[in-house]
């Protein structure tokens, strides 16, 4: 039997013998007072420049402390409380071998990189001390730096691509929400047939409810009338109960069914209120979009407005430009007046009610002295000025940066526009949502007298088929079908006058008169049947800009009356021959024509005299430059009814017989 296991005596705990690093281990650099260099005066000035320059960067002259460091040093102190005093180190040798930092500026200074440092305060000095004793010295401090964004004609620049990205978030969403709320109207009548199903569903199985609540027991169990005592009457029971079992079968059908119409039309509702929720959150995105517009419109001052309103105008000429010109110059003058006084137009809802203005506004009254809303006085120097809202004075100003600008028949910007596109633009980028078309407008506008006429109202003309802004001095500016591009016009035959910044009327605005001048939508003309002056505008043959040009095809423009013209040709071309119509020249710039006439001396016009430099002639193909051809003939009977015509000279038996060459009219020479 092994002897038992003494367990061996423990060993008395002695304290553990703290290990001597090696000295060279431990070696540092010496930093006794012998190898500190004193500073000059040089040197010390620099030190406190140096300084001085930390200080004003936000730095500390304190190194900052170690990470950890406080932790050790806590630890450190926790674990020598706990060792007896035999084994603490001296104090005198802890202070020896942890010397007390030096100030920041000896460290910086010691005599290790103490060349070095000289040269960085020197460099301090020069770059920090000598400008700001140049500042202090300078009769006249320097003016401080100009704000991002305060100058009125950059402010201006990046307000009309902000408030031009706005308006084609807004014209997406007006699409987007037209689609919401087709799938709406099908939601809401797939719910209703739905639920006509399901109503008649459970009118079956009601009927088949009564019918069973009114039969007798052995109506609803033939079987009962089972006698063993009449076996003649057995057959005709057995097939009542066959009867009665089918028709039992069918009331389990009908309630099936019923129950299933049920839960279609429950689905139906279900996608009505997500269509509806759909349309819902459309309409509040296009609101929220508005409402953020119109915040950032009234923060605008008059001077950039003023600035806002001469950005991507396109020259127009002779006369017209003359009169966009003074018009464009009467109103930067109002917004100068306002600049100068320092008055800032209110948003349009603190000037809704005249009895309740800003302070320092006043209302403006009519001449029979009602007061007008939507407008309020204030005083520039001396005299009393006419404030319009913030909105009015944007959507003005967006307008007046339109002029030039061809119209296109259903445009609405940026490139063309027509006469409702334009309002609904100009409008659209000052925070209010407009329809499309000018009888819409007027039908939801609220109306004003004619006595209370004001800048950026709505004036209707032609049984409301046309529609410009007013401007003041009995002008108005607007996409004109008979001018063929946005400019200023004379006020004639106005019906109707609404104010966009007002509530809308509860109910639509009765139609106005019917139009007697016989023109189309914007004021267009009839197509010509005559004569027609190929000065167009007062631009040269061939100089006409192509700013001021409709396109027709790829590469191809004309005057816009030809382009809409053209259009409609073409239009119909296409659905008689199922492809669309071939074009090869229209407007032909007179550098254009130099070329050509180079090129094809007999053929083309002397540079200067073609009719391809007016913009109203066009060379086709496709058939139609084949004299005789089915596509030649369907021009000569229909190109008419859209302003087409073929000259004589270029007919059969002209003096120079081109089949393929039409004009807007007859050109007057």
Same mark, same amino acid.
């Given at each position: ?16 013998? /703290? !290990?001597?690093?090696?000295? $060279?281990?431990?070696? =540092?650099?010496? +930093? &006794? %007072?012998? *190898? @500190?260099? #004193? ?30 460091? /406080? !932790?050790?040093?806590?630890? $450190?102190?926790?674990? =020598?409380?706990? +060792? &007896? %005093?035999? *084994? @603490?180190? #001296? ?50 401090? #320097? ?527």
């Amino acid at each position: 039997m092994p002897a038992p296991r003494t367990p061996a005596p423990r060993a008395t705990r002695t304290a553990r013998p /703290t !290990a001597t690093r090696p000295t $060279a281990a431990r070696s =540092t650099p010496a +930093r &006794s %007072s012998a *190898t @500190r260099t #004193p500073l000059t005066a040089q040197e010390a000035a620099a030190l406190r420049a140096l300084l001085a320059a930390r200080a004003a960067a936000g730095q500390t002259t304190t190194p900052p402390a170690r990470t950890g460091g /406080t !932790a050790r040093t806590t630890t $450190a102190r926790k674990s =020598t409380a706990g +060792r &007896s %005093s035999s *084994t @603490r180190r #001296p104090a005198a040798r802890s202070a020896k071998r942890r010397p007390a930092r030096p100030p920041a500026w000896r460290r910086l200074l010691a005599a290790s990189d103490v060349r070095h440092w000289k040269r960085r305060a020197l460099v301090v000095a020069v770059g920090v001390v000598l400008p700001v004793l140049a500042g202090a010295l300078s009769p006249t401090p #320097p003016a401080p730096a100009t704000a991002a964004g305060t100058d009125p004609a950059g402010l201006a620049v990046t307000t009309h691509q902000s408030l031009a990205d706005s308006a084609a978030r807004y014209r997406w969403l007006q699409q987007d929400l037209v689609g919401r709320r087709d799938a709406l109207a099908r939601a809401e009548a797939a719910e209703a047939q739905a639920r006509a199903a399901a109503e008649a569903a459970q009118a079956v199985v009601g009927d088949g409810a009564a019918d069973l609540y009114r039969m007798t027991p052995e109506e609803r169990t033939p079987l009962l009338a089972l006698d063993v005592h009449a076996p003649g009457t057995a057959a005709d029971v057995l097939w009542l109960q066959g009867v009665a079992e089918r028709t039992d079968a069918q009331r389990d059908v009908d309630v099936v069914r019923a129950a299933r119409a049920q839960q279609a039309a429950t689905a139906a509702a279900t996608a009505t209120l997500a269509a509806q929720v759909a349309v819902d959150a459309g309409v509040a995105e296009s609101e929220a979009l508005l409402a953020d517009v119109r915040a950032r419109v009234a923060e605008l001052t008059p001077a950039t407005t003023a600035q806002l309103a001469v950005l991507g105008a396109v020259p127009a000429a002779a006369e017209q430009q003359e009169r966009n010109a003074s018009a464009l110059r009467r109103w930067q003058d109002y917004l100068g007046t306002l600049a100068a006084a320092g008055v800032q137009p209110p948003p349009a809802a603190a000037l809704a009610d005249p009895g309740d203005l800003p302070a320092g506004f006043s209302p403006a009254l009519d001449p029979v002295g009602a007061p007008i809303p939507g407008i309020a006085v204030a005083v520039a120097g001396n005299r009393p000025v006419t404030v319009l809202p913030a909105e009015t004075v944007a959507a003005v100003s967006v307008a007046f940066a339109q002029l030039g600008r061809p119209y296109a028949v259903g445009g609405t910007g940026p490139d063309a526009y027509d006469c409702s596109g334009l309002t609904a633009a100009a409008w659209m980028q000052a925070g209010f949502g407009l329809p499309t078309s000018a009888g819409d407008q007027w039908r939801t506008g609220a109306p004003v007298p004619a006595s209370q006429l004001q800048i950026g109202d709505l004036v209707f003309t032609d049984g409301g088929a046309d529609v410009a802004l007013y401007l003041g001095e009995g002008q108005v500016l607007g996409a004109s079908g008979a001018g063929w591009a946005v400019g200023v016009r004379v006020m004639t035959g106005a019906t109707g006058t609404v104010r966009v910044t007002l509530p809308a009327p509860a109910e639509p605005n009765p139609p106005l008169p019917a139009s007697v001048s016989g023109n189309s939508a914007c004021g267009t003309p009839p197509v010509p049947v005559g004569p027609v002056r190929p000065e167009w505008g007062g631009f040269g043959n061939g100089r006409i800009p192509t700013s001021a040009l409709c396109p027709i095809a790829p590469s191809h423009a004309l005057r816009c009356d030809a382009a809409a013209g053209y259009t409609a040709l073409a239009d119909a071309f296409a659905r008689t021959f199922g492809r669309p119509m071939c074009i090869t020249d229209s407007y032909r710039s007179f550098a254009a024509q130099v070329s050509a006439f180079r090129a094809k001396p007999r053929l083309a016009a002397v540079p200067g005299t073609s009719n391809h430099g007016w913009a109203l002639a066009v060379d086709l193909c496709g058939g139609v430059n084949h004299g005789g051809s089915a596509e030649w003939r369907w021009m000569t009977a229909n190109a008419g009814r859209f302003g087409f015509v073929q000259p004589d000279w270029a007919g059969p038996g002209g003096e120079k017989p081109e089949p393929w060459h039409w004009e807007f009219g007859h050109l007057l020479d």
